[in-house]
């Protein structure tokens, strides 16, 4: 079973070599995936999603509520964020070179005239990555050092469903390029977050004591991110 539906709400399925089962709802669209041992078998899935319905549909409503920007056109007056700031656009047409920068409260992309709308969502995409990496090298190098582990590497991915994710066995880790419009406070939840998955896998009752104790306001931090602006998504 790779998807279940109930409803309208299709549920995407995985199963792993795992002894529970849980669920998730995954930021910033909404998407429902239930994680299952190898061994489950399709009613008990079903039954188990059935169960957590009320739950899932009050999750999904809370992503629906959340706002959202209307598709970018990257022209002067948008706005955009950065680390969780309320910018500006101020397009500057120029043949010298793409870039972005900071003017007197404003974010400055300056652009080649002929640039099409994909072109100029290139160069800031570029840009927000390198704000992100930037940040990224002390971020996770705290967080390992409270945490107590350490990544053997990490990436950047534009990702439409998750903030971030890893893979446990070979210690790395990806994180979500929006979070360079996010405060700074989310993009170290997040890391945190990524991080404890190398001690525990799974989301239960132990993953929460290590975010308990490693990061005490995750919750809120969490609740924050989930609450700010999204970008738009086409579908």
Excluded at 2 to 9: A, C, K, P, R, S
Excluded at 34 to 59: L, N, Y
């Amino acid at each position: 079973m790779d998807e279940l539906q109930i409803g309208n709400i299709s549920i995407a399925v995985t199963k792993k070599n795992i002894k529970n089962m849980y669920i998730r709802v995954l930021p910033p669209s909404g998407k429902v995936q239930i994680t299952a041992p190898c061994s489950a078998g399709d009613d008990a899935i079903r039954m188990f999603a059935v169960s957590r319905m009320a739950w899932i549909k009050k999750q999904c409503a809370n992503f629906e509520m959340q706002p959202r920007q209307t598709k970018r056109q990257y022209v002067t007056g948008e706005s955009y964020y950065v680390w969780g700031r309320r910018y500006r656009l101020d397009v500057q047409y120029s043949n010298i070179r793409n870039q972005v920068s900071f003017s007197n409260g404003r974010l400055i992309l300056q652009v080649r005239p002929e640039s099409t709308p994909e072109q100029r969502e290139r160069i800031l995409n570029d840009w927000y990555r390198e704000q992100l990496k930037n940040k990224l090298t002390e971020v996770i190098q705290k967080c390992e050092q409270i945490v107590g582990v350490h990544a053997s590497e990490w990436k950047i991915k534009n990702m439409r469903t998750k903030w971030g994710t890893c893979n446990i066995e070979k210690k790395r880790i990806w994180i979500n390029l929006q979070l360079a419009k996010k405060t700074p406070e989310c993009l170290v939840y997040v890391v945190t977050h990524e991080l404890v998955h190398f001690l525990e896998r799974s989301h239960n009752e132990q993953f929460r004591k290590h975010m308990d104790a490693f990061f005490p306001d995750w919750q809120v931090v969490k609740s924050e991110l989930n609450q700010q602006v999204l970008d738009y998504m086409s579908e």
